[in-house]
């Protein structure tokens, strides 16, 4: 079936459009889980990637004709990608596994926007909790665990150098599905850091990263050195997300581990 252009989108500014089409894609998404239901994890998660992709590209195109689009679901055209102006960093379902388990709340809608060299705009909305947050008006919130240091790492792939800098800084691992939810969850003070290493692609972290510095947190590679978003590679090899006042002890255990 044919997918509308959502009149309702026209005329936002990018923030508030960025916005809405996230929020709009996780009610998409929520409809989904109802409609195919849990009985086969595999049909759930490639419904829910594919109705979300097709959503999110028909209302880009629509509504932000002249931009260029860099998706986990679509073919990535770097051509029109390295001429472009403003390139769209879309993750339409972040945490695809956790999507398809019952009852689970782990996963995101990644909506970033990369202009003239650097992430102007991510948002990052967690559908099944209804939290949607902005990097123009995210705030950070006090640490929720005062006299502990906290880590998000993937739920299923933690890698060893994330856990051996934890042991360095004394850290307890926390771990959870998305790198959507595991920035949130450093956004609103659940956990001091995210740390990844392994790999991960540009539309897993721009938006994530990019609600991230908008609160005034950390947001590197490992090595310090800023994320290249809109380069030829879709690849990031690892990245920290820290809150301003660990970050000198996560990078220090960090130098001595790498
Ligand atoms: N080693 C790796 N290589 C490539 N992608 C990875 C990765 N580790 C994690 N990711 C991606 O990063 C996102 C968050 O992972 P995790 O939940 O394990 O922290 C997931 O995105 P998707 O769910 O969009 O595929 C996952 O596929
Ligand atoms: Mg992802």
Not at 37 to 42: K, P, Q, S, V
Not at 95 to 107: D, I, K, L, V, Y
Not at 147 to 176: F, K, L, N
Request: hydrophobic content about 45%; proline content about 4%.
């Amino acid at each position: 079936m044919a997918v509308e252009v959502v009149e309702e989108l026209s005329g936002l500014d990018d923030v508030s459009f960025a916005r809405d089409l996230a929020a709009r894609t996780g009610e998409l998404l929520l409809r989904v889980r109802e409609e195919v239901g849990y009985a086969d994890f595999w049909t759930l998660q490639d419904e829910g990637d594919r109705a979300a992709q097709v959503f999110i590209d028909r209302q880009l195109r629509a509504h932000r004709p002249d931009d260029a689009i860099l998706s986990e679901e679509a073919p990535d055209d770097w051509v029109s990608r390295e001429s472009a102006d403003r390139v769209w960093i879309i993750d339409p379902v972040d945490g695809t596994s956790a999507f398809a388990r019952r009852g689970s709340t782990e996963w995101a809608v990644h909506v970033a926007l990369w202009e003239a060299g650097e992430l102007v705009l991510g948002v990052v909305a967690r559908p099944a909790t209804g939290e949607i947050f902005d990097s123009q008006t995210v705030q950070l919130a006090p640490v929720q665990h005062p006299g502990r240091v906290r880590v998000a790492a993937s739920r299923s792939r933690a890698s060893d150098i994330v856990r051996a800098v934890c042991h360095d800084v004394h850290a307890e691992v926390v771990t959870m599905s998305s790198a959507g939810v595991k920035a949130l969850a450093v956004v609103t003070g659940e956990v001091d850091a995210y740390l990844h290493t392994g790999g991960q692609s540009q539309w897993d972290n721009a938006a994530p990263v990019a609600v991230a510095l908008g609160a005034g947190l950390v947001a590197t590679r490992f090595d310090g050195s800023p994320i290249v978003y809109n380069g030829p590679e879709v690849e990031i090899d690892d990245l920290i997300i820290c809150r301003p006042e660990r970050i000198d002890e996560f990078r220090s255990a960090i130098d001595s581990r790498l």
